[in-house]
Every structure is written in C-alpha cells, then in structure tokens.
C-alpha cells in the first residue's frame, strides 16, 4: 500500500523538489536550489514535501516577514503561498489538497491570519483549487511586459475558514 509522508522539507529533499518544480514550471521559472537551500533553517520560511513511497512528489511552501525584518519585531500575522507544485504524474490524487491543507494549518496554528499569492489567469486548475481553500481571485492589473499578467489571489482567515 502506497504511503504519504508530509513533512517539512529538508536539505536532502532539496533536489528532488527543484525538478518537481523543473517539470511543472519549466527550468527558467523553477526555484534555484540556492533559495530553497536558504529556505530550510530559516525563520521566514515554512516549506512542506510530500513523500510518496519515499518519492518527493510535491512540494509547497510559503514566507512570512519579509527578508528586512528581525525576528524580535516582524509582522508575522501575514504569509505570502510561494510554490504550490505536484508532480505532473500524480496530478489529481488528492496530494496537492492534502500537502497544502498542511501548511494553511501550520501557517494558521503559527498566527497567520491573511494570506496572498499569484497566480497566472489562465491556470484554471490552480485557481479552483485555491478557492476550494476560500481564496479570492483578483483581476490581473495589465502586465508591464505582455504575457507576464499575474493574478492576486488573497484568504482572510474569519469564523467560517
Ligand atoms: C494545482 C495543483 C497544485 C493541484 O494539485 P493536485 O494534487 O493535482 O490537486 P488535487 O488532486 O488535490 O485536486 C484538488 C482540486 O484541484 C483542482 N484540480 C486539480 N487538478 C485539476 C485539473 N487537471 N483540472 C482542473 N482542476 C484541477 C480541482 O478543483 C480539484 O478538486 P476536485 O478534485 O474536487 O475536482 C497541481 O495541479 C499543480 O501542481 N499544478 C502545476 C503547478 C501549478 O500550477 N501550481 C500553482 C501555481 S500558482
């Protein structure tokens, strides 16, 4: 029987996220394995893997504070979602719903309490599934480069989440 692990992602699971995202973002769009080396023992920083028979097959990951801000006084209550990727060939099992329902968890228990990330409008898969998650979709400004249009998309923690 297949067995799903979520967990924070480690130093060792580094590479193996770099291609999940390689393969669903394309190399130019990938994080590099530097950012998310830094990731790891960083304060900032909340990344998750999943583990599927000991294969990473997701990851996701998000920041709270930005990189200018000392621990002792950083506004903490707000996350921007960084990387939500699953594996192309485990697309539609469940994992991305399960991977990232842990880290709105973990980001909630931690005191999060608004949420932010882009998203491009024409990822409808993507965009369903954060609304699943009660965030609401923004209209992309017009793009200062064409074809780099962005969407917002943004969940207010209240009573109902
Ligand atoms: C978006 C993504 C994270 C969803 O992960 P997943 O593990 O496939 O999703 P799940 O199996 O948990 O499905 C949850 C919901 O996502 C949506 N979804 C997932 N795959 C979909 C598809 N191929 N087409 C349409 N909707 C889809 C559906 O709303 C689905 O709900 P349902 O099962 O009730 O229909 C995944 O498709 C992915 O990694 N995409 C490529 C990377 C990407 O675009 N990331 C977001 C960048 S902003």
Redesign the pocket.
Known sequence: MEQLILRFMDYDDVPAVVAVCRK??GKHVAPRKKYLDDTVSNWRYFYFVAELDGKIV?C?GARVADWFEDYEDAKTDTAK?E??????D???????????TKLIDTLEERGVVGMA????PS????I?????FGFNYHEAPRPIITGRETALMTRIKCATN
């Open positions: 669903c973002f997701a996701t979602i990387i939500v990727a699953v594996d192309p485990y697309h539609g099992q469940g994992i991305g719903t399960k991977l990232f990330l882009n998203v491009h990822n409808t898969p993507a369903e599934f954060y609304e699943h």
